[in-house]
């Protein structure tokens, strides 16, 4: 059958307000949990990570919340810049065996405007 | 830049084909991980390398294979190539081996199957 893309979720801010992205992982044997950002042509780039034993976890601007009850994981971007526009990713990551077995969510288009 | 590279950029083969992607980490970086990202499954984790090693396997079919060379480089082997494996493929490498840390992603190649 015809390949249809993705549906990818939106979500739309003004300049300068802040951003929560949300993402529901399947995994509560899960070790880590990852946020990429993916500018359109370019590869996915690092943002944060935090540990299954963390809650929380602040960086320049963004702040990862963990709830290991509800399986949710959270991104906040403070001050959300036009250059915040792209498509962020969850991952979770099991370690195991001396190795890293991630699964991503579908992502979660972020569209600032002015 | 990431300082990941990957070559080619973009490649277009038929049906049946194979072909070889290759991957040089940063340097100094051990861990190699090569993902797929396709319009209709979005991101896909399918192998990882860690100094040589296979380490975990995700979803990475029959027909794909991978190493990593003494020189840390990699590369991905697809044999048989389906129309359905057009698609974006990226590595990325990290300097350590236990949970994730920082993953630095290579531009991808963009492999077209006619």
């Known amino acids: 059958g015809e390949s249809v893309g993705l549906h990818l979720p939106t979500l739309s801010v003004q300049e300068g307000d802040n951003s929560i992205i949300n993402c529901a992982y399947s995994?509560?044997?899960?070790?880590?949990f990852i946020w990429y950002k993916q500018e359109s042509g370019k590869g996915p780039q690092f943002i944060i990570d935090i540990r299954s034993n963390m809650d929380k976890r602040q960086g320049q601007r963004v702040t990862v919340l963990l709830n290991k009850t509800v399986k949710h994981l959270s991104l906040q971007i403070a001050a959300t810049q036009p250059g915040d526009s792209a498509v962020y990713f969850c991952a979770e990551i099991r370690s195991g065996g001396g190795g890293n077995k991630l699964t991503f969510g579908t992502g979660t288009q972020l569209k600032v405007e002015l | 830049d990431s300082g990941v590279t990957q070559t080619p950029k973009h490649l277009i083969t038929a049906t049946g084909q194979r072909v070889t992607l290759r991957c040089s980490p940063r340097s100094g970086d051990l861990s190699v991980y090569w993902y797929q990202q396709s319009l209709d499954q979005g991101l896909q984790f399918l192998i990882h390398?860690?100094?040589?090693?296979?380490?975990a396997k995700g979803n990475i079919l029959e027909r794909f294979s991978a190493q990593q060379f003494p020189d840390l480089h990699s590369e991905l082997n697809l044999s048989s190539l389906e129309l359905g494996d057009s698609a974006l493929y990226f590595c990325?490498?990290?300097?350590?081996?236990?949970?994730?840390?920082?993953?630095?992603f290579g531009p991808g190649t963009r492999l077209t199957v006619t």
């Open positions: 390398y860690y100094n040589g090693e296979e380490r």
């Open positions: 990325a490498s990290s300097p350590i081996l236990a949970g994730v840390g920082e993953q630095y």
């Open positions: 995994n509560s044997a899960s070790d880590y």
